[in-house]
């Protein structure tokens, strides 16, 4: 069955600071890879997202994401840390094909240092 | 575009009481999907839709809860009867088929609605 692991469950940097979230998933096939993002008090919005092709994916708000299908990851990263970017982030893998659910890892909260 | 609509924002019942949670879709989209939120369970997917069509509701957690959708651009939760371990964060998402990747395009979440069932 797919699985979606986001080890760590709060995460605080400094502002200015570079940013990785880890994501591991489990799944058989070429996954449809996702991460969103929650701000508080609001629903999730897509930063990015990744099916095939180039295994570094951008997304909005200067975040990208690499596949390693070697390591079953897809970690998150953006080298300067704002602010604005404290929230609650979370990775997501499309489940088996026909079903087209999504499994979503249990987040991760960022903190951010001014 | 309006986005996902859902109402009410917040909700403060008794046990025992029906909840109806109420969801507008994005026009055009042929997806909906229910969530629901919880600090122990994370997000949980309840059940989606296809054209109006229940495909999946094996996240549903017991007969107590039921959605319908009886048109494109609406759809409802229902909890009867609720009890306090049904609080939680429940959002609607829609998506739409049409682009690149199929049904696994972007999910589009509204607001949720915050339950709290005393």
């Known amino acids: 069955a797919q699985s979606v692991t986001q080890p760590d469950i709060h995460i605080t940097v400094s502002e200015g600071a570079s940013l990785e979230l880890r994501c591991n998933y489990s799944y058989g096939a070429t996954p449809y890879l996702f991460w969103y993002v929650q701000s508080p008090g609001q629903g999730l919005q897509l930063l990015l997202k990744y099916f095939s092709g180039d295994t570094l994916v951008q997304g909005i708000k200067g975040f990208e994401a690499e596949f390693k299908r070697s390591q079953s990851s897809f970690n998150l990263r953006k080298p300067s840390v704002h602010w604005s970017d404290a929230a609650e982030y979370f990775c997501a893998v499309g489940a088996s094909s026909g079903t087209y659910k999504y499994i979503f890892g249990t987040g991760t909260r960022l903190k951010v240092l001014a | 575009d309006a986005g996902v609509i859902q109402s009410p924002r917040h909700e403060v019942t008794e046990m025992g009481q029906e909840v109806t949670l109420r969801c507008k879709p994005i026009?055009?989209?042929?997806?909906l999907f229910w969530y629901r939120q919880t600090m122990m369970r994370g997000l949980e997917l309840l059940i989606y839709f296809n054209n109006n069509v229940p495909i999946d509701d094996s996240g549903m957690p017991e007969d107590r809860f039921s959605a319908k959708m009886p048109n494109a651009s609406f759809s409802t939760l229902k909890i009867q009867p609720s009890e306090p371990r049904d609080s939680a964060v429940y959002f609607c998402?829609?998506?739409?088929?049409?682009?690149?990747?199929?049904?696994?395009?972007?999910?589009?979440f509204g607001p949720g609605t915050r339950l709290t069932v005393l």
């Open positions: 998402a829609s998506s739409t088929t049409l682009g690149t990747s199929g049904p696994y395009n972007e999910q589009f």
């Open positions: 026009s055009g989209h042929d997806y």
